[in-house]
Each structure stands twice: as C-alpha cells, then as structure tokens.
C-alpha cells in the first residue's frame, strides 16, 4: 500500500497570506497525485489533477507542483472561504489512498 | 449538471447488513469507473472500492474484502454496495463517487451515514 503523509497537520494562516501544504508518498507514483478541498459538512471538491494541472473553475491562487515522491499544494493569497481540511489522494496504485489531511485555519 | 445521490445508510447493528445506491444523472453513467469512499466522523477519507464501466474490473480495500460487494446497473444508473457482517469500524458517512479513466475523482455525491451500533 502506498502511504501518503502531508504536513503540517493543522495551520492557521493570517488572510493574504501564502499556504503552503506538502504531501510525500512512500514511493514514487510519477505525477498520480491529486488535491481535494473539503469544507465542514460538504463532500470533498476536486482543486488540482495530476500533481500540477489545473481544474476549470478552481481559483487560480491554488497551484499544484512536485512528482516522484513529494508534492506539493500552495495556496497564493489565502481568502476566508479557503478554510478546509485539504486531502492529497494517489492513483498509481492500489488501494488508492489518501494523506491523512492538513486543516487550514484562518486566523 | 452532474449528480450523485446516496442512499440506503442508518443504524445498524454490528454484524448487520446494508446495502447503499447511488443514483447518477447529468453524465453517461455506462462510460466511467465509479467508487465508493468512506470517512469515519471528525476522521479523514478512505478510499473503499471502485468498479469498471462494465463491471469486468472491481477493486477493494483490505479492511472491507470478502465482506463488502460493489456492484453496478448501468440501465438505471446506479451502483451499489452490498456490506456485511459489519463492525463499529465501518461507521462512516459513504460517498459516492465518479472516476475519470479509473483514475481521480472528479464529482462526489453528498453522502449517506451508516451507523453500526447495538
């Protein structure tokens, strides 16, 4: 099973600012990786395909980046509807799986 | 506009039986992979089982193998999954969800909570 862990856990964030999530797989899934917002009692939403590739209708201030083993997820100029618990999700293989969530705050 | 509605979830005791389905609408239901994906309260998301558009290629998590079934009914737009023999560790809301070329998950149902409790 290939096991992702984000960091940090939990980051509470001033509005503006810059947020940076990392996701680190236990071994390379080539760019597999995908991003998920979720917000309190909703289902989760689909922000970055691919590692790095945009979604149609996603702000463009959230970019993916990274392959092989660690990604990343950034979010450029934080807005207060941007609070959510992020999950990062692989599809090299199976089971898929997800990291475990990094929630974001606003300060 | 792309739709998925579940449902079949409620109280259950443990060592029970339910069945979810999920209704599709707004898309070719017969031409995506389709997935369940489940999240215990305050926990975080977990991927359960998918099933290929004609049902040739299903795969599961080893938590819920020889216990759950997933199962699909293009002419209605439906897929299903059959759990059994349930624990307190399969209380969780149950998400319906579609793939894109089997791969990631671009649309996600609402959700359907299944409690397993005596």
């Known amino acids: 099973e290939i096991v992702l862990t984000q960091s940090p856990d939990f980051q509470s964030v001033t509005a503006k600012e810059k947020v940076t999530i990392t996701c680190r797989a236990s071994?390379?899934?080539?760019?597999?990786l995908h991003w998920y917002q979720q917000k309190p009692d909703q289902s989760p939403k689909l922000l970055i395909k691919?590692?790095?590739q945009s979604i149609p209708g996603v702000p463009s201030r959230f970019r993916g980046g990274g392959s092989g083993t660690d990604f990343t997820l950034t979010i450029n100029g934080l807005e207060a509807e941007d609070a959510a618990t992020y999950y990062c999700?692989?599809?090299?293989?199976?089971?898929?799986?997800f990291g475990q969530g990094t929630k974001v705050e606003i300060k | 506009e792309v739709q998925l509605v579940e449902s079949g979830g409620g109280l259950v005791q443990p060592g029970g039986s339910l069945r979810l389905s999920c209704v599709a609408s707004?898309?070719?239901?017969?031409?995506?992979?389709m997935s369940w994906v489940r999240q215990a309260p305050g926990k975080g998301l977990e991927w359960v089982a998918n099933?290929?558009?004609?049902?040739?290629?299903?795969s599961y998590v080893d938590s819920i193998k020889g216990r759950f079934t997933i199962s699909r009914d293009n002419a209605k737009s439906a897929v299903f999954l059959q759990m059994n023999s349930l624990t307190d560790d399969d209380t969780a809301m149950y998400f319906c969800?579609?793939?894109?070329?089997?791969?990631?998950?671009?649309?996600w149902g609402q959700g359907t909570l299944v409690t397993v409790s005596s």
């Open positions: 999700h692989q599809t090299s293989g199976l089971p898929r799986t």
């Open positions: 691919y590692a790095s």
């Open positions: 099933i290929k558009e004609d049902e040739s290629e299903k």
């Open positions: 071994q390379s899934i080539a760019s597999s």
């Open positions: 707004g898309f070719t239901f017969s031409a995506y992979w």
């Open positions: 969800a579609r793939q894109v070329y089997g791969d990631y998950v671009d649309y």
